[in-house]
């Protein structure tokens, strides 16, 4: 099984709020830390990308990124430019579109956000990149091209159904975003996609997701990647960044999360899924995984950390330090 299919076949993945931001120097907007990831595409122009912890990027008409975690970020025409907060932004203009400057060089960026299970989407988050940038002149596929011009164009006024189709289109261009980046990166992509594009780690990966409930060892696993014992784990841990049980064990809990949020088994059938020989077994992991008893995950329908809007938040020193939360 694709480990890519098996991922994004089980998460709930939700885009609720999007904008075409319309800029023209000087300017410069604020995305606060969120629970929401959020992606970006540059129809026109150029501007300064800033993520939070990181150096600041330039990007240019054609680009896209994905910021996985929901880390604070900015844009601007130029690095001084001062920023206005988005949730300022987005309530001062309605339809979606925000314009901001003083009528100098122009830009056009779509920018969108998106909801996860975060119980669920846990185990991708965690060993994905903060930031995932393609660039324009990095060769990608017809097909994403293809998503990008679509939403532009869906962004660019409003139709019947703007909303779902821009859902649909930035569900379909985030996984594009990744499928781009490992082939772009390569050898250098590190992580979780670094190690689905190496060669043997691959197969070991593939291995795991098309038979989780297998009672894996790390023996099996070096022979399904064609390597030694100690040159396969060693291999899988400076690339993953976790041993391969604990990869292993990490999976099963997600395969286990997706079907007790479905409802149709039992739990003690779901533990046999996953491949634990009994319920005790498989909920004392679960907890140690996930924090709380498969029971009560299932009694609060998988919602553990799930938005059902996506909600910012920002201490502004202009309101008295009280919390300003955006609900879309």
């Known amino acids: 099984m694709d480990p890519i299919d098996d991922v994004f076949g089980s998460m709930r993945v939700h885009t609720s709020l999007y904008a075409r931001i319309e800029g023209s120097a000087p300017w410069g907007v604020t995305f606060v830390r969120g629970a929401a990831a959020r992606f970006g595409y540059v129809v026109r122009g150029?501007?300064?990308l800033t993520v939070e912890g990181r150096e600041p990027v330039r990007v240019s008409a054609g680009d896209c990124w994905t910021i996985v975690g929901g880390a604070r970020y900015s844009l601007q025409d130029e690095l001084k430019t001062p920023?206005?907060?988005?949730?300022?932004?987005?309530r001062a203009h309605s339809n979606h579109v925000v314009?901001?400057?003083?009528?100098?060089e122009p830009v056009t960026v779509v920018t969108g956000w998106f909801l996860f299970d975060r119980q669920g989407a846990r185990p991708l988050i965690d060993l994905m990149p903060e930031l995932i940038l393609t660039r324009m002149d990095q060769e990608r596929s017809e097909l994403m091209e293809a998503t990008l011009q679509l939403l532009a164009s869906e962004t660019e006024r409003q139709r019947l159904g703007t909303g779902i189709v821009v859902s649909r289109l930035a569900d379909?261009?985030?996984i594009q975003a990744i499928r781009a980046h490992a082939a772009s990166c390569a050898a250098e992509a590190a992580g979780w996609i670094g190690a689905l594009v190496d060669p043997r780690l691959s197969r070991a990966f593939k291995a795991v997701h098309a038979r989780v409930e297998h009672p894996w060892t790390v023996e099996e696993l070096a022979r399904e990647a064609g390597m030694s014992r100690s040159a396969f784990a060693a291999r899988f841990r400076d690339s993953v960044g976790l041993s391969p049980l604990d990869y292993v064990?990490?999976?099963?809990?997600?395969?286990?999360?997706?079907m007790l949020r479905q409802g149709e088994r039992s739990i003690a059938e779901i533990a046999i899924k996953v491949g634990y020989e009994n319920e005790s077994a498989f909920a004392k992991a679960f907890k140690r995984v996930t924090g709380i008893t498969p029971g009560a995950y299932r009694r609060k329908g998988g919602e553990i950390g799930f938005l059902t809007q996506p909600v910012f938040e920002h201490s502004d020193p202009n309101a008295d330090g009280q919390a300003v939360r955006l609900a879309a």
Do not use: D, P, S
């Open 249 to 258: 064990t990490r999976w099963r809990m997600f395969r286990a999360g997706a």
């Open 83 to 90: 920023t206005e907060y988005c949730y300022k932004a987005l």
């Open 172 to 174: 379909i261009l985030f």
């Open 99 to 104: 314009q901001l400057g003083g009528g100098g």
């Open 46 to 48: 150029e501007a300064w």
